[in-house]
């Protein structure tokens, strides 16, 4: 259940400032619920979602540098090294020499790197099925339309129209 302020937001009787804070604020109350669920499932695997998210991108990207990774990622580079750092150590991925820098690492799966991914996907399939099941295939596919048309209208440099 939504908190007190929140529902008075969304009421539509505060006019359209209160509306507009009202949905900013039931966007990130969705975020923070979906991304909890999430995070507590996959703490028994001893990662995050941040984690999960960096596991996933290696199989797409290969060996790839921690540079470029978070370029694919949209993560600062603090965040980047720190999560790194952490899957490093849980032995989850390794850095290796980048034959092409010899100044460069890449990021590779271990092989207990690639068991967590294989686990942490089966949960991130189920927490789905439980956040996101109930919605209808055109429902979902519309949800995830509006929401890539809304990041890529508030993204910064984004082209504002007037009205």
Do not use: C
């Amino acid at each position: 259940m939504l908190h007190d302020l929140l529902e008075r937001l969304l009421s539509g009787s505060g006019g359209p400032a209160a509306d507009d804070v009202g949905l900013g604020m039931l966007l990130a109350e969705a975020h923070h619920q979906s991304r909890e669920r999430l995070d507590q499932a996959l703490r028994p695997l001893g990662i995050n979602i941040r984690s999960f998210g960096v596991l996933l991108a290696l199989p797409m990207y290969g060996p790839v540098s921690q540079r470029d990774l978070t370029g694919h990622m949209g993560i600062d580079k603090s965040t980047m090294v720190r999560t790194i750092d952490e899957l490093e150590e849980g032995g989850l991925v390794s850095r290796r020499r980048a034959p092409q820098d010899r100044r460069a690492y890449s990021i590779v799966l271990t092989r207990r790197g690639e068991q967590v991914l294989a686990e942490a996907r089966q949960i991130a399939e189920q927490v789905g099925d439980q956040l996101f099941g109930w919605l209808t295939g055109p429902e979902r596919r519309h949800l995830v339309e509006l929401l890539r048309r809304l990041a890529g209208h508030a993204a910064p440099g984004a082209a504002r129209s007037a009205g």
